[in-house]
T-cell receptor, first 114, second 114 residues
Framework: AQSVTQPDIHITVSEGASLELRCNYS??????LFWYVQSPGQGLQLLLK??????LVQGIKGFEAEFKRSQSSFNLRKPSVHWSDAAEYFC????????????FGSGTRLLVRP | DAMVIQNPRYQVTQFGKPVTLSCSQT?????MYWYQQKSSQAPKLLFH???????NEADTPDNFQSRRPNTSFCFLDIRSPGLGDAAMYLC?????????????FGDGTRLSIL
């Protein structure tokens, strides 16, 4: 069965430091992968998506993610974190067995130190 | 801007008193979804509409129902809310179904049960 694992429940980084949030997926074929961000009290906003092609994907707000098939990973990165990046980040994969469902990871909460 | 709008942002109801949450969209998307999100958890899909076709998730309680009177609006009805139904309810839309279709989320309605 498909699944998404985000191994880090919380991550704390200093403002201006680099960031990497981990995501591992279980999927039989080429996955459709997404990263969403959720600020406190708000809905989810799409940061970026990967379907095929270039394995390094650029998103909004200066984020990027790299698809590594050999590691079944789709890690999210940002070279310099801003205080406004503090939020919950969800990795998701488009389900193969039902065409509408997103399989979400459990999320990683990012805290930013001033 | 085209968007997904949820009203109200905060809703308080009494135990057992029916409540309706609303969602509207200006994206003209075919598909509308309702998710339940409890604290520090990933969103959980309750059901979705593809145009007028209703699709219920197998584990969605009978207490939860939905209506979609037209393309733009979708409602979530909770017939007899229990304390366990206190959560954030997220509405989302997508242009169609398919594992590559990103979903666009509203800011959610936080439901409290007294």
């Amino acid at each position: 069965a498909q699944s998404v694992t985000q191994p880090d429940i919380h991550i704390t980084v200093s403002e201006g430091a680099s960031l990497e949030l981990r995501c591992n997926y279980s999927y039989g074929a080429t996955p459709y992968l997404f990263w969403y961000v959720q600020s406190p009290g708000q809905g989810l906003q799409l940061l970026l998506k990967y379907f095929s092609g270039d394995t390094l994907v650029q998103g909004i707000k200066g984020f990027e993610a790299e698809f590594k098939r050999s590691q079944s990973s789709f890690n999210l990165r940002k070279p310099s974190v801003h205080w406004s990046d503090a939020a919950e980040y969800f990795c998701a994969v488009g389900a193969a067995d039902s065409s509408y469902k997103l399989i979400f990871g459990s999320g990683t909460r990012l805290l930013v130190r001033p | 801007d085209a968007m997904v709008i949820q009203n109200p942002r905060y809703q308080v109801t009494q135990f057992g008193k029916p409540v309706t949450l609303s969602c509207s969209q200006t994206l003209n998307h075919n598909v509308m979804y309702w998710y339940q999100q409890k604290s520090s958890q990933a969103p959980k899909l309750l059901f979705h509409y593809y145009d007028k076709d209703f699709n219920n998730e197998a584990d969605t309680p009978d207490n939860f129902q939905s209506r979609r009177p037209n393309t733009s609006f979708c409602f979530l009805d909770i017939r007899s809310p229990g304390l366990g139904d206190a959560a954030m309810y997220l509405c989302a839309t997508s242009r169609g179904t398919g594992p590559g279709q990103p979903q666009h989320f509203g800011d959610g309605t936080r439901l409290s049960i007294l």
